[in-house]
């Protein structure tokens, strides 16, 4: 099946990601034209337990896919009969999650007869911030932010990537689920965090900023929720619920403050000109002020996935398969498994 399509660039793709606690579904189009983009969200399933639960995410997908997919195909008034590719991701995720929308995606493709293409989520996440931008996908640092990774990543082009640096232990993302679950707020934390933070004082309490100059582009969050647990022993039950916003903000500010730093001493060390940001945690609107006036000020060159493909979303999916399919990248084979722990593919290796 691959390279039976003519590369013109006006393919359609259905693109499928299941890989932790939304089912999404999305028809995408040519360089990056959206038609649909629909996620269905587990949250209020997995709330009660304070954290997703596999097996009822698996379940949940199972029961959302198809009112996901044929929301997408009306929604973008494209019929099955008019998909050139689909697409799905392989991993990294939860392993029975990610088996109902891969073997959905497999599924559709067979039937079809057209090409399937299983795609990297980390990849996915790192091409977002190009998704509809004339230009098309530029070189520069990638951050990607979510609640399962935090890495830099130098990025010359779609399939060409460096690892510069990522965590060592905790992600940005469970920094901010862990530090809201000590404080009470409910799953997923960051939001949460977020909302609250708006009305605190960032300045009201002061978090290590580890590894923030550190000289090497890792990060270490788990001593932050560490702090935050001697902090609230210290303050006792009464003054920290009173000071919620002012431990929302402060803790906020660390994280926002390491990821601006270590962003932007990646992007000199590389002598890149811009940062391409991504991952759940680029809807943060602190970190999001932060990186604009750090950017403006250095002027480097800022781009985010829009706040809709920031966190899990299948449009991100169907734009990396679309851009490696214009690459001439084949399609790939049925019978391949898909990968909890998939790396992104790195063209170079280590930093
Ligand atoms: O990219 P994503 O949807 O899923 C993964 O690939 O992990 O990221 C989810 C993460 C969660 O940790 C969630 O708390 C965080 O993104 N997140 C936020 C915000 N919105 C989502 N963290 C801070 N502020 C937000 N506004
Ligand atoms: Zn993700």
Redesign the pocket.
Known sequence: MPGVLPQTGGETVLALET??D?TAAAVVRGTGEILANVVSSQIAVHRPHGGVVPELASREHNLAMVPVVRRALEESRVQLRDLHLIAATAGP?LASSLLIGNTAGKTLALSLGVPFYAVN??EG?LLSPFIGEADGVQSGVGL??????TMLVELRGVGDYRLLGATRDD????A??KG?KLLGLP?????????RARFGDACAFDFPRSMVDSGDHDFSFSGLKTSLRYLLDKLGAEEWESRLNDLCASY?AA?VEILTRKALAAVRSTGLPRLAV??????????RESLASACREAGVDLRMAPAEM????AAMIGYAALLKYRSGQPASDLSLDIDPNLPLPLSVEGP
Do not use: K
Request: with cysteine.
């Open positions: 890989s932790c939304e995720g989520h980390l996440h990607i932010v979510s609640g399962g990774h992600a940005a993302g469970e901010f689920d809201a799953y997923p934390g960051g939001p949460e965090m977020d909302r906020q994280i991504s991952g759940g945690v680029s809807r943060n609107s602190a970190l920031a966190t899990d979303n």
